[in-house]
């Protein structure tokens, strides 16, 4: 790959070089062109995102490689096609690489890479920036933003990342006294016993969601234990103990939680809609940084991706639906998961986690 606001820093990792990268990938997968994070957060913009920008890149042959990286924009072209669109602040600066890389596979020894004609263009930007490409999808992963793309296409934020409105306590008219706090831009459910709603109690919002896209960003503490759930009835469990009822995609160290080795099959692990369906094993999780859930209900079609992969999907409302849910813990409530629509719960599972840029696309019936 290519690497650019890149940073090699004593005091991070023995000075490894991490930053961001412009993906060369002449694999079946056909990622050339896509950003990874090295050595930090893994891929920011896979392209499965970008179909066309996949075909670009021609294996064997001389490429052109285009990386116009100006502010917090960051977008990438192989042979003239547009592949990322990203919005991202984490590095404004650094170094420029090309990179090694090690093999992995003994039959890959002796493949090379080759480069030519490497330019580079710092001022007098906004007159050769590429006009912006609207079939190419924007991701933002500026916390607790909605730029100007995404408002137009109908994103709102969920929780603004400074106050508590729009969101109470699962079983009470305002939010929690207790066991929540919101810092600079960063809503944190504190460590308690590590029960189910034991402590300050699970959030939810103040109105219900039916047909919805949802984002959130969140990052695990060690053994750590949360969800988010939909097709919330605060109305169900009320007076009982635990979490408040509904399909919930689950948030959980699978290294260290007991939990990831209970329920059928991996169906407890991180990202699985929880007791119900598993996610893989191979999921993209970043250890240690923020991960991107996000929830796509469209009537009775519903999906759980994880930083830009799908890694769940299923149909309500079916025979087949109705018969994994009489093979977990929810089987005696009656008509699980069939709602039409619900609240949006974050988990107190008496672990710290800590949640941002928590937005949601609603999505015609």
């Known amino acids: 790959g290519v690497q650019f606001r890149s940073l090699s820093l004593p005091e991070y990792r023995d000075g490894r070089v991490h930053g961001y990268q412009f993906e060369i990938d002449p694999s079946d997968r056909a990622w050339t062109g896509g950003i990874y994070d090295e050595a930090r957060r893994g891929w920011i913009y896979p392209l499965n995102y970008n179909p066309e920008g996949q075909q670009a890149f021609k294996n064997e042959e001389w490429n052109s490689a285009r990386i116009e990286a100006i502010g917090n924009s960051i977008r990438t072209w192989v042979n003239g096609v547009q592949c990322t669109e990203l919005l991202d602040d984490a590095t404004p600066s650094g170094f420029i690489a090309l990179q090694v890389h090690s093999i992995g596979r003994e039959e890959l020894a002796g493949k090379t890479v080759s480069w030519r004609n490497i330019r580079i263009l710092t001022e007098d930007l906004d007159n050769y920036r590429t006009p912006e490409n609207p079939d190419v999808k924007q991701l933002n992963a500026i916390a607790n933003t ?61 109105r219900p969601y039916k047909n919805f896209m949802l984002k959130v960003d969140f990052r695990i503490t060690e053994g750590a234990n949360s969800g988010i759930k939909y097709f919330v009835d605060t109305d169900l469990n009320k007076d009982g103990q635990g ?31 929880y007791d119900l369906i598993p996610a893989p094993e191979d999921k993209p999780f970043r250890n240690g940084f923020f991960n991107t859930a996000m929830v796509v209900v469209q009537g009775n079609h519903v999906e759980h991706w994880l930083n830009g992969v799908k890694i769940v999907e299923y149909e309500r409302n079916t025979d087949e639906w109705n018969e994994i849910v009489q093979e977990s813990k929810y089987k005696d409530w009656p008509n699980f998961g069939n709602a039409e629509e619900g609240l949006i719960l974050l988990q107190d599972h008496g672990d710290e986690v800590w949640f941002q840029n928590i937005k949601i696309k609603e999505l015609p019936n």
């Open 243 to 273: 979490s408040a009822i509904g399909c919930e995609f689950q948030i959980l160290d699978d290294r260290r939680h007991p939990d990831a080795k209970m329920g059928r099959d991996g169906n407890r692990t991180l990202g699985s809609l």
């Open 146 to 206: 909605i730029s100007e793309r995404e408002a137009a296409e109908g994103w709102k934020l969920l929780w603004d990342g400074k106050t508590t409105e729009g969101w109470r306590g699962a079983r009470l008219d305002g939010f929690p006294e207790k066991g929540w706090s919101i810092n600079e831009g960063i809503l944190k459910v504190h460590k308690s016993d590590g029960g189910e709603s034991t402590n300050g109690g699970d959030i939810v919002t103040t």
